[in-house]
């Protein structure tokens, strides 16, 4: 049995350390927080959705936003302010452009390997994660969204994922409660939603069950590594306190830039803010008139999950602004004009703003695998689809360290899987 420390208590963290307990290791979680999945997993769109594995590294995303620079309530917002962060990340950004192609056919595989896995641990541990399997549906008010959708479309076929064009009437057919008028949409059957913190929350009470060590409360100053071994510091009232693991994976969302920075590794992750509304279905009108079926409206960047009855959530937004975590008025009243534009019939007098912060690769992949060290795993980075590659990328890493310590099982990994 190997001693494997994991700092971040969000969806990726909480899923490795599940992977990693049902491997047999002994695992600490390290999370500041009080509970698990009180930042970015906490309410975010709640789309497992492979049909959204388009990666934004292309050409029309950065005439988007310099188009958008100046409107504050603007789907992408960009602080013009210069900082070396922000310039290295957006470098790396446009360097990624070429690989546009094969880095959306690689998300939509991991999306779809996903899956299964996802579904069938929260069976294995009763979760009850207001799931729901009633497909996605992307909507374009115009010709031009529409035909590069059609273009995204084949990518994802490459990539193992059917969806199929819909007219305005099969639209109203599959989700009757839209109002407005639209030029056509795209429908994936095979996706689904749901709460990512009732999921995180249940599948971390789930791997206390399986003997998982977690140390809530505990903000993590330092992580050190060298080829034998990973010694994990954090502050306390008596003062710092040091664990030392065979080895350390880091989950710490936007955090983990920092943390593989004093590791010798370059996670160049950049935190990009998005937005959410709850809107509490408080009256039987409002719970009759709201959708069931999820959406992705491609002209606002606005994603929705129905919640269980009584909870609608809308999701969506950028903003590159450093690590900032305020809740902007401009940016949420878009989110509920919206809401009563689409769905007239749906009181907003009872609305939840939260913002969060995607933790983003330039590449718009996650960072899974080994460090520099033998001793150190990242399963971080993982931007605006966290929630629908959680599980698949818990086993790949979980995989890569077994490999690497020496315990490997005789089990083909996922991704080899998902591959064959
Ligand atoms: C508006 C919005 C909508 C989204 N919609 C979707 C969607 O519909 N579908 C989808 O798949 N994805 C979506 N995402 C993305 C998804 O929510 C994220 O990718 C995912 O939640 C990131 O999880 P994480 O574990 O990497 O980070 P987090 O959830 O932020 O977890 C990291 C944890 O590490 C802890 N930590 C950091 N540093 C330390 C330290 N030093 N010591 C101890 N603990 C530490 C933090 O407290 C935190 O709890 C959305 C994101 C946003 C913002």
Known sequence: MKTIAIIGGGITGVTTAYAL???GHAVTL???N???AMETSFANGGQLSASNAEVWTHWSTLLKGLKWMLKSDAPLLVNPRPSWHKLSWFAEFVANIPHYRRNTIETTRLAIAARQHLFDWADAEGIDFDLKRRGILHIYRDKAGFDHAGGVSQLLAEGGLPRRAVTPDEMRTIEPMLAGSYYGGYFTESDSTGDIHKFTSGLADAIVRLGVTCLYQQNVTAVTADVRQAKVTVSSADGPHTAVFDSVVICAGTASRALAASLGDRVNIY?????SITVNLND???RR???TVSLLDDATKLVTSRLGDNRFRVAGTAEFNGHDMDIRADRIRPLIRWVEQCFPGVSTKSVVPWAGLRPMMPSMLPRVGRGRLPTVFYNT???HLGWTLSAVTAEMVAGTIDQSLGTAALRPSVLQQAQA
């Open 381 to 383: 980075g993982h931007g």
């Open 21 to 23: 307990a049902k491997r």
């Open 34 to 36: 009080r509970y698990a």
């Open 30 to 32: 390290y999370e500041k």
């Open 271 to 275: 935190p990009v803010k998005g937005y």
């Open 289 to 291: 008139a709201a959708p």
């Open 284 to 286: 039987e009108a409002s």
